[in-house]
């Protein structure tokens, strides 16, 4: 297929906010896709090659850019393929090599065809495409049912490969898609609730449990084989040494794990965000050790745990890794939940997660069976643009300007972000430094006083909640945002959406 093609069916989708009219353009897409070029097209569309990144910034694409093609020629293998050369491209020279086959590359390309490339390498499709539309276009274009193709994609953790098995396989071969040791599935998300009584009153009997502030994780061991990913499905398993042989003295064969790692301090208390995310993103040995800590279990040599209830799984966990278990208490009662709350606070802990006892897991899904209750409201924005600061902040990129998530373009274009909000409050020394080199290497334009940047940085905020405003498009202004941390574990697709802020306001 010419990648010309893929072009115009991303323009279509982003011209409409009818769902229908996007999922029938997608399926009529999929429907055209060679077998091979499935996986690697549902990839561009989201935003998420299966190359993952390629070492390619903002300012290597732009300069790469050379004057466009009248008329196409490429393909979406040749996309793919580019991709995959310039992902195996490492040591020296490889800026100067990614440069002259990016330039190769565009030069052959059309002008849609280059801010298509742009955007694909950058992670910054706005197209509405998002998994959910497409998802159903997949379901669409297979003639499968909808629920067997979104099982197969959670329990997968891969759309593409769903895609593909959708399109090419039977029916039989979809449905039979299940959890496999090794295989990464995406995380169960949880709503948000101000307090641990609300929760519980949504939830029913629950597990009250002690909210971390560390970095989400999914630990598969398959004898000595053990695999650690993030909430992303990406593997780390090269910079958890410390988690790997803590899942290798576990009493089991085969196991899958969902949990949190965090660095403690000297007298067994978390340290701050930050540290956790440093040494997490690290390849190199470093003294902070990460601990791992566990909240349920999906897998346990041979027996698969998601269809069992919260009860049942928890049961399990305790059997197997109880001394790596996250603290909590099952109860029904308001005054223990919020006892537990309390304790968790004083701990050091970020809040509670209330869980319903009955609920299965729900691999990739938020709904009301999990709630987290936090004592401040905290939501996950992205960096649109950064303004210089003054006094002794200048010289610095300060000021953050904050996108919300607006998947159905009820404010702007489909699948962008609707700015909320500014601040500069909670940036320390360190983050100002890093923040002022990082979004000029990310930077689109500039005035005088802004750097606007492509909006791949997510950041987690602390607001009072929200106010109507007529200054920003949404409707809404944050009230007393600050900033709390970035979040290197995110994408921009996971960013809370205007319509979560807006609902503060009832």
């Given at each position: ?6 072009v115009?069916?991303?323009d ?8 229908l ?18 996986a ?8 998420k090659?299966?190359?993952?990144r ?16 009248a008329?196409p ?21 490889s800026?100067?090599?990614?440069a ?19 955007r ?13 539309v ?12 909808g ?8 329990l ?5 490969w769903t ?13 039979a898609?299940?959890l496999e ?36 994780i999914?630990?598969h061991?398959?004898?000595d ?6 909430r ?5 398993t090269h910079?958890?040494?410390e ?24 007298d ?24 791992p800590w ?86 996950d ?6 303004e ?21 373009g009820?404010?702007?274009?489909p ?7 500014k ?25 005088a ?20 405003s ?12 600050r900033?709390?941390?970035y ?13 979560t ?6």
């Amino acid at each position: 297929m010419l990648l010309q093609t893929l072009v115009d069916t991303t323009d279509a989708v982003a011209a409409t906010r009818s769902r229908l009219a996007k999922v029938d353009a997608l399926a009529a897409l999929l429907s055209e896709l060679a077998p091979e070029e499935v996986a690697p097209a549902v990839g561009f569309l989201v935003g998420k090659p299966r190359q993952g990144r390629v070492g390619v910034g903002w300012r290597g694409v732009t300069s790469a850019i050379g004057e466009p093609a009248a008329e196409p020629t490429l393909t979406v293998g040749d996309l793919d393929e580019l991709l995959e050369t310039l992902a195996a491209l490492s040591g020296g020279g490889s800026t100067g090599e990614r440069a002259r086959l990016l330039r190769a590359f565009t030069e052959r390309a059309t002008a849609g065809e280059q801010d298509f490339v742009v955007r694909v390498l950058l992670g910054e499709m706005r197209t509405g495409a998002l998994e959910g539309v497409l998802t159903d276009a997949i379901a669409r274009a297979s003639d499968r049912p909808g629920e067997t193709v979104r099982r197969a994609a959670m329990l997968s953790g891969d759309l593409g490969w769903t895609a593909r098995l959708a399109l090419t396989g039977t029916a039989d071969e979809l449905a039979a898609v299940g959890l496999e040791v090794g295989r990464p599935v995406l995380p169960m998300l949880a709503a948000s609730a101000s307090t641990p009584t609300e929760a519980l009153a949504t939830t029913g009997r629950a597990s009250v449990e002690h909210k971390l502030d560390g970095a989400r994780i999914q630990v598969h061991r398959h004898g000595d084989d053990v695999r650690v990913f993030t909430r992303n499905l990406a593997d780390i398993t090269h910079r958890l040494p410390e988690v790997v042989g803590v899942a290798r003295r576990l009493p089991v064969d085969d196991v899958i794990l969902d949990g949190e790692t965090l660095s403690l301090d000297e007298d067994g208390g978390p340290r701050p965000f930050q540290e956790t995310m440093s040494r997490f993103g690290a390849d190199a040995a470093s003294e902070t050790l990460l601990h791992p800590w566990f909240f349920d279990i999906l897998h346990v040599d041979g027996r698969d745990l998601l269809d069992e209830p919260l009860e049942t799984r928890l049961a399990e966990l305790e059997r197997v890794a109880g001394p790596y278990r996250i603290r909590g208490e099952v109860t029904d009662d308001p005054e223990v939940a919020e006892r537990v709350s309390r304790e968790a606070l004083a701990a050091g802990q970020e809040g509670v997660v209330v869980k319903a006892v009955d609920s299965l897991y729900a691999a990739g899904r938020r709904g009301s069976s999990w709630v987290k209750v936090k004592p401040v409201l905290t939501y996950d924005l992205v960096v649109l643009a950064c303004e210089w600061g003054s006094g002794r902040r200048s010289g610095w990129l300060s000021n953050l300007h904050l996108g919300a998530r607006d998947p159905e373009g009820e404010f702007g274009e489909p699948g962008g972000f609707v700015m909320v909000g500014k601040t500069f409050k909670g940036l320390t020394d360190e983050l100002l430094r890093w923040q002022t080199e990082y979004f000029q290497q990310i930077e689109v334009r500039r005035t005088a006083g802004t750097v606007w940047v492509a909006p791949t940085t997510v950041v987690e905020i602390a607001i009072d909640g929200v106010q109507r405003s007529t200054r920003y498009p949404g409707g809404i202004a944050l009230r007393f945002a600050r900033v709390k941390h970035y979040r290197d574990d995110k994408e921009p697709g996971e960013a809370d959406t205007i319509q979560t802020l807006r609902a503060l306001l009832r």
